[in-house]
């Protein structure tokens, strides 16, 4: 199975993530048959494994791809919201998985709205990373509210998001850098990671090129902004124990 040409499943890059669109979406995380998206689900050895590391507008599906070898054991999941680019990363992976006998048996893409549906999806507490690379800056003021970070969806995040879980957001945009990071820094329950602690994690170089996006912000010689979060306990919750 030869791998999908990008050629064939171009379209506008920009969604409109209020718009009400068709998406089937379960009422309870339960009721979602992940069987569907990870075959290996239905082995013996994998039928209680879970969505633990989650790339929100994973665009054609470099992280994914990447990502998938390093950590054989996690399953990946790719949300996005348009369809002939969801298409691809399926595509995509079929062909993988087709190529290459018992490897990508682990990442999978899903056509949904992060920002409305994620809490039908995943338990409280389910993820370990979480990643928005190079998300649409939707630079007019009156569209920030369709940016994918703000102040209201990051109780969300927090919510899908396990203790000591970690959040990686990566830009070519400083304005949308700053709006994350001042985000992130006024909510309780993250706190940005340091550059010493970011030594010793293996994704963070991944982050850089591994996407499209990425790759062309390179080629263009552009600049590239960097914020790793960590999801810290609910000082509230523990001191009410």
Same mark, same amino acid.
């Given at each position: ?111 949904? *709205? ?10 409280? &507490? ?87 996006? &990425?790759? %062309?912000?390179?080629? *263009?010689?552009?600049? %590239? ?14 001191? *009410? %124990?």
């Amino acid at each position: 199975m030869a791998l999908p040409q990008k050629k064939y499943y171009r379209q506008r890059a920009h969604s409109n993530p209020i718009a009400d669109h068709c998406f089937e979406y379960p009422s309870h995380p339960d009721q979602y048959d992940w069987s569907n998206l990870y075959p290996i689900l239905e082995t013996d050895e994998a039928k209680e494994k879970k969505v633990e590391f989650l790339d929100v507008g994973c665009g054609y599906g470099g992280l994914l791809v990447t990502l998938s070898p390093m950590f054989p054991e996690n399953l990946m999941l790719g949300l996005e919201i348009r369809v002939k680019v969801s298409d691809y990363v399926n595509d995509r992976i079929q062909a993988l998985r087709s190529q290459h006998k018992d490897k990508y048996q682990n990442i999978a893409v899903l056509r949904t *709205n992060a920002m409305k549906y994620l809490p039908n999806f995943f338990h409280k &507490g389910q993820l370990q990373k979480l990643f928005f690379l190079y998300p649409d800056p939707h630079f007019k003021k009156a569209k920030h509210k369709w940016r994918i970070i703000n102040k209201w969806l990051l109780a969300e995040y927090a919510y899908v998001l396990a203790e000591q879980g970690i959040v990686y957001t990566i830009t070519d945009v400083k304005d949308l850098h700053e709006w994350m990071v001042t985000h992130f820094e006024e909510h309780p329950l993250f706190k940005r990671m340091t550059d010493e602690e970011l030594k010793y994690d293996k994704i963070v170089d991944k982050l850089f090129d591994s996407t499209e996006e &990425g790759q %062309k912000v390179t080629r *263009n010689n552009g600049d %590239k902004f960097l914020a790793v979060f960590k999801r810290v306990p609910d000082e509230f919750m523990e001191n *009410n %124990k």
